[in-house]
Nanobody, 115 residues
């Protein structure tokens, strides 16, 4: 079992920045990958960025060059630095941890990009 607690969402103007944090507890040594997904109203949940247990990372095309995912293994925390935010980035952002074969999810944090 893994518990995930997210923080850092909020309202930001276009072009601004936010950093999301996700703290993991529980069976953290079995985590293969941690990442961030988002879901906008009326749309399906989509992958934003993922970091595997090594140094591999993967990003959605829509956020490449603007978002950066990082892990602090000492703090059992994964971060999502979001720069140059756009209105279309508005969504609920969910932290995800994958312990094969199970996905674990955080409660979600709202990110709103609006002037």
């Amino acid at each position: 079992q893994v518990q995930l607690v997210e923080s850092g969402g909020g309202l930001v103007q276009p072009g601004g920045s936010l950093r999301l944090s996700c703290a993991a507890s529980g069976s953290i040594f079995s985590i293969y990958a941690m990442g961030w997904y988002r879901q906008a109203p009326g749309k399906q949940r989509e992958l934003v960025a993922v970091a595997t247990s090594g140094t591999g990372t993967n990003y959605a095309d829509s956020v490449k060059g603007r978002f950066t995912i990082s892990r602090d293994n000492a703090k059992n925390t994964v971060y999502l630095q979001m720069n140059s935010l756009k209105p279309e980035d508005t969504a609920v952002y969910y932290c995800n941890a994958f312990l094969p074969p199970t996905d674990y999810w955080g409660q979600g944090t709202q990110v709103t990009v609006s002037s």
